[in-house]
């Protein structure tokens, strides 16, 4: 193992000893091995075979469920229904490919199968139109309309659990993990590198950083920040040495020319290329490509959203906020009843926060304190988690003020449901920016108050993504990305991707 020195806070290792004097040049060994297959043909094959499997069970149960014998007219048997059945999957196959759901795995680092579902409900539908149509037209087969809705519905469930269960699979295989380095390590870099290596479900084993210009870094980054492999000239040479499949362009010090040239002379290494765009802070999923004679331009939509958006979002929380009273119902009486049972007071607690264009409201949530937590406050202030990073934000691990049923609650978020009274109020929506207290909102900057143009949502970017491990400026910024970005898509994936988020280890702040 070749010596490590410090500059400005970095582990500098290998040839990038030459930053700071002429030592002795000495070569990392390769951290990996050659491994059969990368990410994207692993991950392609798996999702291959899951949904081979889940269009051949889907065919089974329809054929199970409703039986095509009582139809007139058709000219085959239901062994050759089969056979046929079998012969077409390449053709359902190709659909999938056609949306592109074969291919994302590789280039996205936060791809999953949530992403995948309007893509398969797509294809699915398309397919079975095509069906359809194709035995009208040669009097083949006389369509049952009940067997095609079973199959229809039966593939659009299982094909995407079964491409989830894929993808888990997956993520346990050693082909899974990509090595990466990033190209500048500045500011942007090292927020970059923090993110990769609090979400290790991306399978991004990040091998360090190139630059010969870096930004120092405080004690704490220094420790979890992986080491400096050299300057931007070594890039070629880095990806070789470390096998690396991923290199991602983040604002290095070097000319425009330089930048270009280093991007070129890797292209032809089979890596994945990421480049963090300029003004990045404000684009977000409704962000689009176009091109002007060959010059890529990214269209971002106006901030304004329409008076028909809005409505359509309300329905949506209405809608979705009342059946999910209705069907919660026996959870929140049970919750109610264990509350009572172990401390006095009231079963809800009720917080002023701030609402959307600077209005305040209360905000419901299952009592998980005792009864005088507010006084007991000042007593426990110290053990606030961001006290020294970044005060502006309150969060006490293991909080003594917790009772034994609200460390439960808080941990699968059950104290959080009774927010969907004030979804129905219209105090707050289903997907939105965090609700503040007025002591945090106080400290958000004059340029994120454009999070408050939509309602406070009980989850949102900041929930899926990390929730209270978020810093303050980090999750205005999503918040503000969210709000500037609207879509109907995006909530309803949003919420999708919430459940797994709470499934995931939580502490009972």
Not at 315 to 328: N, Q
Request: aromatic share 8%.
């Amino acid at each position: 193992m070749s010596e490590s020195l410090t500059v400005e806070g970095w582990r500098v290792r290998g040839d990038a000893l030459d930053l700071v004097a002429p030592f002795e040049e000495e070569f990392l060994e390769p951290v990996t091995v050659r491994r059969r297959y990368r990410r994207g043909a692993l991950v392609r094959r798996s999702l291959l075979v899951a949904d081979v499997m889940g269009l051949v069970l889907a065919f089974v149960l329809a054929t199970a469920i409703v039986s095509s014998s009582g139809a007139s007219g058709d000219r085959v048997t239901p062994g050759f229904e089969y056979v046929a059945f079998l012969l077409a999957i390449p053709l359902w196959l190709l659909l999938l490919r056609l949306e592109g759901l074969y291919d994302r795995d590789e280039e996205r680092t936060d791809h999953s199968t949530v992403d995948d579902i309007v893509g398969v409900f797509r294809s699915v539908t398309i397919g079975v139109w095509i069906f359809a149509l194709f035995g009208v037209a040669t009097h083949l087969v006389q369509p049952v309309l009940a067997r095609l809705g079973v199959f229809w519905l039966a593939a659009v469930v299982l094909i995407p659990t079964l491409r989830s269960l894929a993808r888990t699979l997956c993520r346990h295989l050693p082909g899974y993990e990509q090595n990466a380095v990033i190209v500048g390590a500045g500011h942007v870099g090292q927020q970059l590198a923090l993110k990769l290596t609090n979400h290790r479900e991306y399978g991004i084993n990040l091998v360090g950083f190139v630059d010969d210009r870096p930004t120092g870094l405080d004690d704490e980054l220094a420790q979890r920040l992986p080491l400096l492999l050299g300057g931007p000239d070594r890039l070629r040479e880095c990806v070789l040495e470390h096998g690396v499949e991923r290199v991602i362009f983040a604002f290095s010090n070097d000319s425009h020319e330089a930048v270009l040239a280093n991007i070129r002379a890797i292209r032809d290494l089979d890596v994945q290329i990421d480049i963090v765009p300029r003004y990045f802070e404000v684009f977000g999923g409704g962000a689009e490509v176009h091109t002007l004679e060959g010059i890529p331009l990214v269209g971002l939509r106006p901030m304004r959203l329409s008076r028909s958006s809005r409505i359509l979002k309300r329905a949506f929380d209405l809608v979705a906020a009342t059946l999910g009273l209705l069907f919660l119902a026996p959870l929140f009486a049970a919750a109610a009843l264990c509350i009572k049972l172990e401390s006095r007071g009231p079963v809800f607690f009720r917080q002023v926060r701030r609402g959307s264009n600077g209005t305040t409201f209360r905000i419901y949530k299952f009592r998980t304190m005792v009864a005088e937590a507010e006084e007991k406050k000042v007593d426990v202030v110290h053990l606030n988690m961001h006290r020294e990073r970044d005060p502006r934000m309150t969060k006490i691990p293991d909080d003594p003020r917790v009772t034994r049923v609200g460390r439960f609650l808080r941990r699968t978020s059950i104290d959080e449901l009774p927010q969907l009274i004030n979804v129905i109020k219209g105090e707050m929506s289903l997907v939105g920016p965090r609700p503040l207290i007025l002591e945090e909102d106080a400290f958000v900057q004059e340029w994120a108050r454009k999070r408050l143009d939509l309602k406070p949502g009980i989850t949102g970017l900041w929930q899926v993504l990390g929730r209270s491990d978020i810093p303050f400026d980090e999750m205005t910024k999503l918040d503000y990305v969210y709000v500037t970005n609207w879509s109907l898509r995006e909530d309803i994936r949003l919420i999708l991707l919430t459940v797994p988020s709470l499934l995931r280890p939580r502490r009972a702040f």
